[in-house]
């Protein structure tokens, strides 16, 4: 079946340094990925998405890098925040190219 | 434009009751789908109803209905609710089969 999974539950960094989250999906078909921001309280806020043909994408202070070969999508955030702080859900396209399967989330903690 | 407006923000139930749970999408957009979110759990989908039809649905329980009406508002019914249904339960809804856009959830605690 299909299944997208996080590889690291919790990742903490310091204020100021760089952030990779990273992501591991099981369907090859699929061709369409995204990447949610979900702070405390809120509903999951779009980051950046990706298609199948493309290898990399940036954004503000984002960039998200997709290896199809070992199907890998990772988020890289630059200059981590206080603000960053949230847990990132990866979230890949389904078979019938319609729904979204998310993955368990990284909660992402910004230290002083 | 406005967001994706979920109302109510919580509610507290007991077991057996039912609750109905209600979002208004973006303007324009005809899809809205619906998640389920447990503490530990990622989002699990639930349904997605495009122009009033149901187009996909999740693994979940008939307790678990929806509907769509003609301005695409959705509203989602859990009967004979159950402990485990504790949870926050989110809508989205988007353009073609492009991006979700999510609101802030309703979170329903049943005791």
């Known amino acids: 079946g299909e299944s997208v999974g996080l590889h690291l539950p919790t990742l903490s960094v310091q204020e100021g340094d760089n952030s990779i989250i990273n992501c591991a999906y099981s369907?090859?078909?699929?061709?369409?990925f995204i990447w949610y921001k979900q702070e405390s309280g809120k509903g999951p806020q779009f980051i950046i998405d990706i298609r199948s043909n493309m290898d990399k994408r940036q954004g503000q202070r984002v960039t998200v890098l997709l290896n199809k070969t070992v199907k890998h999508l990772s988020l890289q955030i630059a200059a981590t925040q206080p603000g960053d702080s949230a847990v990132y859900f990866c979230a890949e396209m389904d078979n019938y190219g319609q729904n979204f399967v998310f993955g368990p989330g990284t909660r992402l903690s910004v230290l002083p | 434009k406005a967001g994706v407006t979920q109302t109510p923000r919580y509610l507290i139930k007991t077991r057996g009751q039912q609750v109905t749970l209600s979002c208004s999408p973006i303007s324009g957009h005809r899809s809205v789908s619906w998640y389920q979110q447990t503490p530990g759990q990622g989002l699990q989908f639930l349904f997605e109803?495009?122009?009033?039809?149901?187009?996909n649905k999740g693994n979940f329980p008939g307790r678990f209905s929806g509907r769509q009406f003609s301005n695409s508002r959705s509203e989602m019914n859990v009967s004979t609710l159950e402990l485990g249904d504790s949870a926050l339960y989110l809508c989205?809804?988007?353009?073609?089969?492009?991006?979700?856009?999510f609101g802030s959830g309703t979170q329903l605690s049943v005791l």
């Open positions: 109803y495009f122009s009033e039809t149901q187009r």
């Open positions: 369907n090859s078909a699929s061709d369409y």
């Open positions: 989205a809804s988007r353009e073609n089969n492009e991006k979700l856009f």
